[in-house]
């Protein structure tokens, strides 16, 4: 009997690992995004292989900073992930951020950018609904974003947003087919 029940433990663990392992292999394959503040440039990576790069992009007029306060049309460097998708955006389409994260939501509040009430609130909300009030000192609605009708001479020579990263209408397109909810975006 015990040998039986060592043998199925055994068979357990051996099926847990394979599985474990066929899940890395999958999430080594998962689209995720780089963009790079210095560089002007998008990266499109799959797993550890880029895939695609969309360069010049344009940031917010106020530079790339970790700590951004709201109207200082700077764009948030960290890890995020998309979290929304707006199809009919002015922008053309817009690939949501889940900004400001938890971890930009501690550093405000460690650095007396966010109060203490305004810290409670954020939580609050992000129990509540699983993403980041977009209302905060630190600003929200950022993302990734097409021209719309914005001018493309203007988009190659200037950093214009008020903190989103702008692509072309028809890079825009094609990073929609490759994204999905969920998935990471750097942004340096």
Known sequence: MRRKLLL???LSLCLVMLASGLHAAEESQEVWLLVDDKTSTLHIYRGDKEIE???PISLGRGGAKRLRLSGSRATPTGEFKINW???DSRFHIFLGLDYPTLAHAREAHKAGMLSE???Y???TYYRLHGSPPQDTVLGGS???HGLGEADPNVHQRFHWTDGCVAVTNDQIEKLAKLVRLGTKVIIR
């Open 53 to 55: 790069r969309f360069s």
């Open 117 to 119: 009430p305004e810290f």
């Open 85 to 87: 998708i707006n199809e």
């Open 121 to 123: 609130d954020y939580l």
């Open 142 to 144: 950022i993302g990734i």
């Open 8 to 10: 199925v433990m055994s």
